[in-house]
């Protein structure tokens, strides 16, 4: 054993014992996902170590072939991996395996409640990599000294898992890590040939590096007794996955390379796998995760793809690759035009990206459009995840607008509950007779639309609505002009004209209608000045006696209170003032001979058009002062 020096002892960041305690718990049932973990480590560790070595060789320290070792001995229950990639440093090692660097893992981990805390599934979604070592031992120890450093720049980092660390530098002659787990009590069973080489077998197969076992001898599970007479075999397949042909690979074979890659613990929803040939000469595997990771709509939460240039690996989070609206996609892409040393300013300037991006792009499309199709309950899944994201889509790439539009699910009158179930092509196929338009109303709330007036006219005629209560709805409406040939019309805006689905007869009697009531029009105009662009007839409604519509040109509701509440100054729009010349209030409105008594409904219809559109009343007050008297008059 080797000398130790600058031994100290430093506790855990706050969230990594939170996450140890929690990991600890929820994954009692799967705990041979440690091996996992860190063979998955070990392996991005000699991606990088090949990655730096293109420009300074020396790393290599004289090359011998990059691989992982997994030993184990029963005896001192312990269990050992080795792997000769970047190493780490004691800085390192401090940061690395004593803190977690994402963003928003404090308010995460916090907000889980008690059952939540028992739930595999969301600890899985925040990758518990390194530290799951802590699920099958009460002590680690992790030797490891960084490529380029001197022999005696060693790091001896060691834990027992429960508040702190203990730190000291050692000599280490070989680059590289290695982890001894001092396995718990009960959990001896890992400290087995056989148990280790089937775990291997079935979750990491498909690392491309090389993974040795002890050979076994005779048959017996009995390692040799000395490293130097240990015989050493592969026990993986130890090729990259996606350089094998499509046909060659199962399901679960993906499944584990997806988990590798997007630091999952979940299978994804679907991947799609291919090779390109010609001018340009790629591979490419891309996956759709099965569930939104925690900092989905963190800005500087992980995002893009795993870059390799012929096979070598060069960096995570390449996202020049996808658009930012598929930021959730994870995968790999190994090229065979990219330079090895490509960095990510060239990156970001190079013509033969721009090319790859817009194929990649078609491509995860063409998967969500074939899982649409094939299976709608998945697809399903997928929307409640990554809806909001994909619903940028149409703002950023305009060429695809089309294709994305068709991937969109809203909810609509005739869905259940507010669901988001209804495609556009679905729509369109329930268009009535003469519709020739796709119509749609926003709001603040399902509940909130869902009874809105402006929706009356249509249920009157057996006319579907979707019904948009996303923050980002009229937003994305604002770029969706059309979809299959048909213009989508926002029902709360302008002068509804139905078009073919009213009848001559119908139009002709709204045009007289309208010119019947224009001196009540005038009137309620003058009653309401300023606080109105304008007085009519409506034709939207049944059952209530006023409506107010948005101006054609004018921002609606939504985007108004988006940014307003971003303290950005909106222009003052006013609204169109709809009655209902058939409403009972109306009529009786119509023959009131009091002006001020007139004045005062006037007010108060108004006002409750305002409410039930979903604004809230710029003098709420004299609202209330005005029914007061109404209600006095009526009690009197
Ligand atoms: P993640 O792998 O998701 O970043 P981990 O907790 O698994 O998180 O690991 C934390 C960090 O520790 C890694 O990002 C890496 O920098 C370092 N690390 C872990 N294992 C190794 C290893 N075998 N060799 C070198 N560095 C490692």
Redesign the pocket.
């Known amino acids: 054993m080797s000398v130790e020096t600058q031994k100290e002892t430093l506790g855990f960041q706050t969230e990594v014992k939170q996450l140890l305690n929690l990991m600890i718990h929820s994954l009692y049932s799967n705990k041979e996902i440690f091996l996992r ?1 860190l063979i998955s ?2 392996s ?2 000699t991606d990088k170590l090949r990655f730096e070595a293109l420009a300074k060789p020396e790393l290599l320290e004289g090359g011998a072939a990059l691989k992982i070792r997994i030993s184990f001995d029963k005896e001192a229950k312990t269990v050992t991996l080795e ?1 000769n ?4 440093s004691r800085e ?1 090692a401090i940061t ?2 004593g803190t977690i660097a994402k963003s928003g893992t404090a308010d995460f981990l916090q907000h889980l409640s008690g059952d939540q805390k028992k739930d595999s599934h969301l600890i899985g979604q925040f ?1 518990v ?3 799951s070592a802590f699920i099958v031992a009460d002590k680690v120890d992790v030797f ?1 000294r960084r490529a380029g450093l001197a022999a005696s720049e060693g790091v001896h980092w060691a834990s027992k898992g429960e508040g702190e660390f203990e730190i000291a530098t050692v000599d280490k002659a070989e680059r ?2 290695r ?1 001894v787990l001092h396995l718990k009590k009960g959990e001896e069973e890992f400290a087995d040939g056989w148990r280790l080489r089937n775990i291997i077998k079935k979750y990491s197969d498909h690392i491309a590096l090389p993974i040795e076992l002890p050979k076994e001898q005779h048959g017996e599970d009995k390692p040799a007794p000395s490293e130097t007479e240990t015989e050493w075999e592969t026990v993986n397949r130890a090729s990259a996955l996606w350089t094998r042909p499509r046909t060659e690979v199962k399901d679960e074979e993906y499944q584990e390379f997806y988990k590798h890659v997007a ?1 999952d613990f979940d299978n994804p929803l679907a991947w799609s796998h291919n090779k390109v040939e010609g001018k340009l000469e790629y591979t490419s595997l891309l996956y759709v995760p099965g569930r939104a990771p925690f900092d989905l709509y963190q800005r500087d939460a992980s995002k893009g793809l795993k870059l390799y240039v012929q096979r070598v690996f060069i960096m995570d989070q390449a996202d020049e690759f996808l658009p930012l609206y598929l930021r959730f996609i994870k995968g790999v892409v190994d090229s065979n035009d990219l330079s090895l040393n490509i960095s990510r300013e060239i990156l970001q300037k190079d013509p033969v990206i721009d090319s790859m991006k817009s194929a990649l792009t078609k491509r995860v499309l063409d998967m969500l459009e074939k899982l649409a199709k094939n299976d709608p309950e998945q697809y399903k899944a997928f929307w409640k995840n990554f809806g909001q994201v994909l619903k940028e889509g149409p703002a950023e790439d305009f060429a695809n607008k089309e294709k994305i539009a068709g991937l969109l699910r809203f909810a609509s009158t005739s869905s259940d509950a507010g669901e988001q179930s209804v495609a556009l092509a679905d729509y369109i196929g329930r268009m009535k007779e003469g519709q020739d338009k796709i119509y749609y109303l926003s709001g603040e709330s399902y509940a909130q639309v869902k009874n809105s007036p402006h929706l009356e006219v249509f249920r009157k005629k057996g006319i579907e609505v979707l019904l948009l209560t996303d923050r980002i709805d009229e937003w994305l409406m604002s770029y969706l002009t059309e979809f299959d040939g048909k213009h989508f019309v926002d029902v709360a805006r302008g002068d509804l004209d139905l078009g073919k689905l009213d009848s001559e007869e119908d139009k002709q009697a709204q045009e007289e209608v309208a010119k019947a009531k224009e001196g009540l029009a005038e009137r309620l105009k003058t009653a309401l000045g300023e606080q109105v662009a304008q007085v009519r007839v409506s034709h939207r409604l049944t059952d209530s006696p006023a409506i107010l519509a948005i101006g054609e040109q004018d921002l609606g509701l939504q985007m108004r209170q988006i940014l307003e509440a971003s303290g950005q100054k909106v222009p003052e729009s006013k609204p169109i003032f709809e009655f209902n010349p058939n409403h009972p209030l109306i009529e009786k409105l119509d023959a009131e001979p009091d002006e001020e008594r007139f004045a005062d409904l006037s007010h108060i219809l108004f006002d409750q058009a305002a409410l039930a559109a979903g604004d809230s009343l710029k003098d709420p007050a004299a609202y209330v002062q005005r029914l007061n008297k109404l209600l006095v008059e009526l009690s009197a």
């Open positions: 973990e480590n070990a991005d560790a792997d990639g970047i190493g780490m390192d690395h395996l990758g990599g390194f530290y490891s590289g890590t982890i630091h």
